[in-house]
């Protein structure tokens, strides 16, 4: 799980490197800039589904742990970030980009105080009740988890459906993590499969086709509305039923990858399960960190014109990891602000 954990944060930094391209904000819609960064976005998209599947399967096994404590070590985890970053985030926007106090509530009040701070509510949410979840694990069959994941999954999907409707739809801090409800026990029935070749090779199989249906399909969407919009954001959205075959394709593909790397025993091996640990254990800071690290180099160096943006967009996603890193061991250094990553 560690494993998969540093590969889900590597993607999130490049997917943020390279959306404005699909966007169009840097890429004109269409050209080979726009198709290689969409190839690229897309294959990485599986990214914040595989997060939710590792908290799923980490956090859903039945044990000795009251509600009460539980909630304490959750909101020293989550709760704390949530609250200082939600402000961090909201102050930085207000002197970089000028929104005023009402925006700043509107965009608490949503869930996404920034582009990627949605997890964490998503995550509060979740975890808000694990406890009653655990309790479903331990009394139910797995045939009965199997269709409560199904129903969960088709809920969120039906729910991502609607909102391609004008003004249906939206959610709240309150609400973010339900259409999410189907990958946290879906990462705890897929723990229980067997990482061997067999599942690998599924796991491949779906990560491929996945990542070919949402590519194909956001580009075909934008291509007949002339533009990057609904059609497109829909295919790239976590629910649509290519990005959830990416989404459990990427984690079986990780999962048995990260277990092959903690089976080998070599000193390569031992070297880099080293620093796959380190780094894990900075995901959450770097998660936290690196929007505010990218779009500033951004500001300071700005993006080139043409093919080169997909150069540049590689080189921010390199510098963006490494100064986050570099932060988030500092930060965990420090009394106090150690909560905070």
């Not at 944060?9 to 490049?14: D, E, K």
């Not at 970030?81 to 965009?107: M, N």
């Amino acid at each position: 799980m560690e494993f998969a954990r540093v590969a889900a944060m590597a993607a999130v930094v490049i997917v943020h490197a390279y959306s404005p391209m699909v966007s169009t904000v840097h890429a004109d819609l269409g050209g080979p800039t726009w198709w290689t960064a969409n190839v690229v976005d897309a294959g990485l998209r599986w990214c914040v589904a595989v997060f939710v599947m590792i908290s799923g399967a980490l956090l859903l096994r039945p044990r000795e742990e009251g509600a009460g404590d539980f909630y304490r070590k959750r909101w020293a985890k989550i709760g704390v970030p949530l609250l200082v970053w939600t402000v961090a985030y909201l102050l930085w926007q207000s002197w970089r980009d000028g929104i005023d106090a009402s925006q700043a509530l509107a965009q608490a009040a949503s869930g996404s105080p920034s582009i990627h701070l949605y997890f964490l509510y998503v995550i509060a949410g979740l975890y808000l009740f694990t406890p009653f979840l655990r309790t479903v694990v331990a009394h139910t069959p797995r045939s009965g988890l199997w269709w409560l994941t199904g129903v969960a999954l088709a809920v969120g999907v039906g729910d991502q459906l609607l909102s391609l409707v004008d003004g249906v739809g939206g959610a709240s801090a309150l609400t973010r993590f339900l259409p999410f409800l189907g990958y946290y026990l879906l990462g705890w029935l897929l723990l229980s499969t067997d990482p061997g070749p067999r599942t690998t090779r599924r796991g491949v199989i779906a990560l491929v086709l996945g990542v070919a249906g949402t590519a194909a399909g956001a580009g075909a969407a934008a291509h007949l509305a002339g533009e990057w919009g609904t059609g497109g954001e829909y295919f790239y959205d976590f629910l649509s039923p290519p990005m959830i075959l990416a989404g459990v394709g990427a984690y079986l593909t990780l999962r048995a990858a990260g277990t092959r790397l903690a089976q080998a025993r070599t000193p390569a091996a031992e070297t880099a399960r080293r620093v796959v640990r380190t780094v894990a254990g900075l995901s959450l800071g770097v998660y936290l960190v690196h929007v505010m690290v990218l779009y500033t180099l951004r500001d300071l160096w700005g993006m080139p014109e043409g093919f080169l943006t997909l150069f540049a967009a590689a080189g921010y996603s390199v510098a963006t990891a490494v100064i986050s890193l570099a932060l988030v061991a500092l930060a965990q250094r420090v009394p106090l602000v150690r909560a905070t990553v």
